[in-house]
């Protein structure tokens, strides 16, 4: 009997991916009516429970950074272990054709591999590429995962340990020069995402900003995760920003 | 659609002598008490907005699991997470700022562990604009430490009410809770110490409990019942009031529809609290109540919302006034 609702499911944790020394990627049972960019809170009863984006549907995964006691608690659960979710919440990136820079800083690289793999489905014949950055070549994410969607990948380290040395955005600033793009959806640090906007819009492309937010309902109820204005529970948190900055 | 167009009803109506442009009101601790969002509200058809309750310090709340859709209803725990009165001044001087222009009413919203400390907070947060203070004598989730909840006596309530009106002269709301035994007493209890107006109803307690884990669901372990599962206990809590007092009542619980605000107004609501329809709705939540509670008035013959206000009284002394025909055997009383 379907009681409704979207409160907590228990899902059965089928793999636990050490993704980097402080990432590990948790890959569980069963699947989420979900598009990239969503995100979902992960419950572990008498523990806490957090916003997570979705790293992926098919099968559902989770990938999660050690920050704090929570992540923690998430990166210690075993396969066979159970993980709670309720979502998915929140809004997503848009799936539409044309060619596409995907931009990650560190984690935010997540997101936009499961947006890479939904838009080879979704729109075959667009061009989708990568930039990803990070502070170091350990700290890079899912480049393996990009190369096997055929996802062209340029990366930058802040410390030169792989890719160029610097910041990712040196990168995006010269691939949208070449106007080979019309699309930018971007994931990472705020100061990257506005760096990215910025660009965007010098280039007249249409961007969508995945933030990081700290959602307490995840229902656009409580007003805990507004940040000018807009829930990003609910108006987020992926923003929609088009080329002429509105 | 054919025939006449329908006339459109005049949706104001007034509390403590403030008009609102519609008898919407967004309900307390949806959206905090961002000036933005609360403005969004406005614009999108509210009548009043209530903040967030402030309490004299600040209150990081409880821990998450705060709020769960469980399929009949929300459940609630957030534990009033609030920066304290002295930031929500600002909070509140912003919110004013921008909602005056736009003819909507701005209801503070304050809540303290002492009928003194409601006076304090009372005495600051009227000087920076608000139209009324809602009392929040009645969260459920504020647990042990802060002893019983006033609106659980009626010489509790009434005395929070008496200090906060020694000390204000504005218009001044006490929400009350469902979880007592006789709503109307309390009620009768705060109006006569000085009350202008009855928020009813705050949510009513429960539990959530994960079949998998065993575990309680909200980190609290027990919450405040919202949305659809509240409307016939609001409903119910609204009509007790409406026959004992004599002054608003904004009928809070479980109004997600044009429908069910009538449904509230039937009962003796003079507005509306919306809160719990943001979630199921969406954020038009109160231009699609207002646009419905409009078309039900129009497609009625109705003109304002006098004309409904109450009216589950009025059929029932309508009954009783007008002599009815004879039940046969009535009077030698029936068998089987």
């Given at each position: 009997m379907d009681r409704g609702g979207s409160a907590h499911q228990p899902h059965r944790i089928l793999e636990r991916v050490q993704?980097?020394?402080?990432t590990v990627s948790l890959v569980l049972e069963g699947s989420l009516a979900c598009s990239p960019g969503q995100f979902a809170m992960l419950w572990l009863p008498g523990i806490d429970e957090k916003p997570f984006s979705i790293?992926?549907?098919?099968p559902l995964m989770f990938t999660v950074s050690r920050v704090g006691t929570f992540s923690a608690a998430l990166q210690a659960l075993c396969p066979g272990e159970t993980l709670w979710v309720r979502g998915p919440f929140g809004r997503g990136f848009t799936l539409a054709p044309g060619n596409t820079l995907l931009v990650g800083g560190g984690y935010g690289a997540a997101p936009l591999a499961f947006l890479a793999a939904a838009l080879r489905t979704a729109c075959p014949r667009a061009k989708v590429e990568a930039a990803l950055g990070a502070r170091?070549?350990?700290?890079?994410?899912?480049v393996r995962q990009f190369d096997a969607l055929g996802v062209a990948v340029q990366l930058a380290t802040e410390d030169g340990?792989?890719?160029?040395?610097?910041?990712v955005t040196e990168i995006v600033a010269s691939r949208l020069a070449t106007e080979e793009f019309s699309r930018v959806r971007a994931c990472g640090p705020e100061a990257m995402l506005e760096a990215v906007a910025e660009l965007s819009r010098g280039a007249g492309v249409d961007a969508e900003l995945s933030f990081e937010a700290y959602m307490r309902?995840?229902?656009?109820?409580?007003?805990?995760?507004?940040h000018r204005g807009r829930l990003m529970c609910l108006d987020g948190p992926v923003l929609m920003m088009a080329h002429d900055g509105s | 659609m054919s025939g006449e167009p329908l006339q459109s009803a005049d949706m104001s109506c007034r509390i403590a002598g403030i008009r609102l442009p519609s008898p919407l009101v967004l309900a307390s601790?949806?959206?905090?008490?961002s000036p933005g969002l609360l403005e969004r509200a406005a614009r999108s058809g509210a009548g009043a907005v209530t903040a967030k309750t402030c309490t004299p310090l600040p209150r990081r709340g409880?821990?998450?699991?705060?709020?769960?859709?469980?399929?009949h209803g929300l459940i609630n725990a957030?534990?009033?997470?609030?920066?304290g009165v002295g930031e929500e001044l600002e909070l509140l001087k912003e919110a004013s700022r921008r909602l005056r222009p736009l003819g909507v009413a701005l209801i503070a919203s304050i809540s303290a562990d002492t009928a003194q400390g409601f006076a304090e907070s009372a005495a600051l947060v009227a000087r920076?604009?608000?139209?009324m203070i809602e009392l929040?004598?009645?969260?459920?989730?504020?647990?042990?430490?802060?002893?019983?909840?006033?609106?659980?006596s009626a010489a509790a309530a009434a005395e929070v009410t008496a200090r906060v009106k020694a000390v204000t002269s504005l218009p001044c709301l006490v929400k009350l809770s469902p979880?007592?035994?006789?709503i109307a007493e309390i009620a009768r209890a705060v109006v006569d110490a000085?009350?202008?107006?009855?928020?009813?109803?705050?949510t009513m307690p429960g539990m959530l409990i994960d079949?998998?884990?065993?575990?309680?669901?909200?980190a609290n372990e027990t919450g405040g019942i919202s949305g659809p599962a509240l409307k016939p206990i609001a409903l119910r809590c609204v009509h007790d009031i409406a026959s004992v007092v004599n002054v608003p009542i904004i009928g809070t619980g479980g109004v997600l529809s044009g429908v069910d605000a009538i449904e509230m107004l039937s009962a003796g609501a003079t507005a509306v609290g919306v809160g719990s329809a943001v979630f199921y709705r969406g954020e038009q939540a109160f231009s699609l109540i207002r646009d419905e509670l409009a078309a039900w008035l129009a497609g009625h013959g109705c003109r304002n919302l006098d004309q409904i206000r109450g009216r589950v009284d009025w059929r029932r002394q309508s009954a009783v006034a007008t002599s009815l025909p004879p039940v046969p055997g009535w009077d030698r009383g029936t068998s089987g």
């Open positions: 993704e980097n020394p402080k790293a992926g549907n098919d170091t070549s350990v700290d890079l994410l899912f340990t792989r890719g160029s040395a610097g910041l309902c995840g229902v656009g109820l409580c007003g805990a995760c507004e | 601790g949806i959206w905090g008490t409880h821990r998450n699991p705060t709020v769960v859709d469980w399929g957030m534990g009033l997470p609030n920066p920076v604009g608000p139209d929040n004598v009645s969260c459920p989730n504020l647990g042990a430490e802060h002893g019983e909840m006033f609106a659980a979880n007592v035994h006789d000085g009350a202008d107006g009855i928020t009813a109803i705050n079949a998998e884990s065993g575990a309680a669901v909200l």
